[in-house]
């Protein structure tokens, strides 16, 4: 019931900024949760920050203080900001909507983000 559909990847130097965007449709107001993982060549998914339906962040070690997470209640976007990127963030980044009832964990497709230094 629930669709996320990803984008604002690309391509960055490092100390740059990237915005990604989560386009969410369908039974919205079911998510519990939204949240951004992402993924690195070789390694498992990681969370990088979530946001609960009360609209209360939470953020990684690793990115807090650089990453923002938001929500636009009224165009159904969910946004990660990212400031002050690393190459240690390159990875393909995830959006993920989390309900309780009815229970559902849902993905995007990814998004690739590449920082260079």
């Known amino acids: 019931q629930v669709q996320l559909v990803e984008s604002g990847g690309g391509l960055v130097q490092a100390g740059g900024s990237l915005r990604l965007s989560c386009a969410v449709s369908?039974?919205?107001?079911?998510?519990?949760?939204t949240a951004w993982y992402r993924q690195a060549p070789g390694k498992q998914r990681e969370l990088v920050a979530a946001?609960?339906?009360?609209?209360?962040?939470n953020y990684a070690d690793s990115v807090k203080g650089r990453f923002s997470i938001s929500r636009d209640n009224v165009k159904n976007l969910v946004y990660l900001q990212m400031n002050s990127l690393k190459p240690e963030d390159t990875a393909v980044y995830y959006c993920n909507a989390e309900s309780t009832w009815p229970p559902y964990n849902v993905w995007g497709q990814g998004t690739q983000v590449t920082v260079s230094s």
């Open positions: 946001i609960t339906r009360g609209g209360s962040p």
């Open positions: 369908g039974s919205i107001f079911t998510i519990d949760s």
